[in-house]
Every structure is written in C-alpha cells, then in structure tokens.
C-alpha cells in the first residue's frame, strides 16, 4: 500500500509564499505522476496541479503563474510552491499519487 504524507501547509497572509511537500513510499515513484487537489468549504474538490514521471505539468487557470509543481524523484518528494496567495486559495490541499492514492491533506489558510 502506498503512503502519501502532506507536510507544509499553515496560515499566510494575503501575498505571502508557503511550500507544500509531499512524500510517497513509492519505489518506482518517478514513472507515475502526482497531483495536488484541494477542496476549500461549500467548494467541490478541484485540481490544482499535476506533473508527470517525466516533469511535464497543467496548472488551474485560477493558480497559473503563482503556483509551481516540481519532483524530486531520488526523494520521492513532489512539492507545491504557492506565491502570491489570496484568500480564496484557502482550503484542504491534498497529494495524489498516480490519481488514485491520496494523503491525508493540509490545510492551507490565507487571511489578513
């Protein structure tokens, strides 16, 4: 069985920077893509990033050009850089393994 954990998340303010890690016990971790979803309150879960074995990624439109996706497969870490965070990226972020084993989630808040 695989294990993802979620490390990172926290509260910010409005502009701030945080940095979501993720690691998977996953020998064979750097052929299979990984993704961050998240599911803010009332909000249906979206996808937030997604990058395959071979480092290519697609962000949501509504993170694009603020959040970064990258891997360290000789770690079995995938990460999430969130730049210029706004309140409305306030949510549970989750790691995905392969699109079927999911973490446990970290709460990431964004408030003044």
């Known amino acids: 069985q695989v294990q993802v954990v979620e490390s990172g998340g926290g509260l910010v303010q409005p502009g701030g920077s945080l940095r979501l890690s993720c690691a998977v016990s996953?020998?064979?971790?750097?052929?299979?893509?990984m993704a961050w979803y998240r599911q803010a309150p009332v909000k249906q879960r979206e996808l937030v990033a997604a990058?395959?074995?071979?480092?290519?990624?697609n962000y949501a439109d509504s993170v694009k050009g603020r959040f970064t996706i990258s891997r360290d497969n000789a770690k079995n870490t995938v990460f999430l850089q969130m730049n210029s965070l706004k309140p409305e990226d306030t949510a549970v972020y989750y790691c995905?393994?392969?699109?079927?084993?999911w973490g446990q989630g970290t709460q990431v808040t964004v408030t003044s």
């Open positions: 996953k020998s064979t971790f750097r052929i299979y893509p």
């Open positions: 995905v393994f392969n699109f079927e084993s």
């Open positions: 990058i395959t074995g071979g480092g290519s990624t």
